[in-house]
């Protein structure tokens, strides 16, 4: 079966900027790859993320070294082989798995044996600012069950721990820090997340740099996200993390993204699936993926000013399945 790979760089401008321990955005860059085969197209989008190492130009260039492969007919199977995981590996699967729904007549969903997938709630994302600003954001997000706050930004975050929570009329929160707290901050920020009622702390230290996770008790169970990438990290995680947050463009798609939930459920882990800022496009296989999660983070075209034609349907926090149109 002939096929022919085609590569798109696209921006979507974010709705207001979106900031993270890390730094601040204002648009999301994605690369989309599209195979083609018996006048049918499959699609798969992805985030290049500096901290993996990863731009718009790498990516494109590893989906470009792929390309001989794939249009010769490489599966999935033999994609796994053939790029690390990874941004560029999630484009190409989830195209080839949008591709093989499309020729079979047989959804994505039934392929991995959720045939009857449901609407799920998603988490909303409150950027980190001032603790009067990522109150302000909390209020104009009132309504919303439950909520992923911002942190790691230095000294102050008691303060916006606290002020969220004035605020947050009984919401959910879950913090997430982006590997910003330090041995020294864990402590005293872990029992202000606990006062707060926080039900989850996402990746508080840095990616091997969280032994003393092992070492002090959860008053609030914690989430590796930084630390997780595929199933092979699993095993360094164990007495460090409550929870595991897989993201397929982590995982290198929903390949490699199914086996890691089925190995991160047997070894004891709870499971969040999460998203980097992105289109419907990304968001439509890690919903259906996020039918198994205990906690689902899958709000990134909640924060564009536009999506992408055939997008995914919103009714406030709770996400419904993708149409054919968009994807799988």
């Not at 864990?186 to 606990?194: E, K």
């Not at 989430?223 to 595991?244: I, K, N």
């Not at 039918?291 to 689902?296: I, N, P």
Request: aromatic share 4%; proline share 5%; glycine share 10%.
């Amino acid at each position: 079966m002939a096929r022919r790979l085609s590569v798109t760089v696209e921006s979507f401008e974010l709705a207001q900027a979106f900031t993270i321990a890390r730094g601040s955005k204002r648009e999301a860059r994605v690369v989309t790859a599209h195979v083609e085969a018996e006048g049918r197209v499959g699609r798969g989008e992805c985030v290049p993320y500096a901290r993996y190492g990863e731009s718009i130009e790498s990516v494109t260039a590893a989906i470009e070294t792929a390309r001989a492969a794939i249009e010769a007919g490489a599966t999935r199977a033999a994609l796994q082989a053939l790029l690390p995981a990874g941004a560029a590996r999630n484009a190409l699967d989830c195209a080839l798995w949008d591709l093989e729904a499309k020729l079979s007549g047989r959804g994505v969903a039934e392929a991995i044996g959720t045939a009857a997938p449901r609407a799920i709630e998603t988490a909303y994302t409150i950027s980190l600012g001032s603790p009067e600003e990522m109150a302000a954001a909390v209020r104009a997000a009132s309504g919303r069950n439950l909520l992923k706050i911002k942190v790691g930004g230095g000294e102050g975050d008691i303060e916006r721990i606290r002020a969220v929570r004035r605020e947050s009329g009984g919401a959910r929160l879950i913090l997430d820090a982006n590997e910003g707290w330090t041995a020294e901050t864990i402590r005293p920020n872990m029992l202000a997340a606990a006062e707060a009622g926080a039900i989850l702390i996402e990746q508080p230290l840095p990616a091997g740099q969280d032994e003393i996770l092992s070492r002090i008790p959860h008053p609030v169970p914690v989430c590796a996200d930084e630390s997780l990438h595929q199933t092979g990290d699993l095993r360094a995680l164990v007495g460090r993390y409550d929870y595991v947050n897989i993201k397929l463009d982590k995982t290198g798609g929903l390949t490699e993204a199914l086996a890691l939930i089925e190995a991160a459920s047997a070894a004891g882990f709870g499971v969040m699936v999460g998203c980097m800022v992105a289109t419907s496009l990304a968001m439509a296989p890690a919903v259906l993926l996020a039918q198994r999660a205990h906690v689902v983070d899958l709000d990134g075209p909640l924060l564009l000013k536009t999506d992408r034609p055939n997008g995914l349907h919103y009714a406030g926090s709770l996400v419904s399945p993708p149409a054919p149109q968009l994807w799988g």
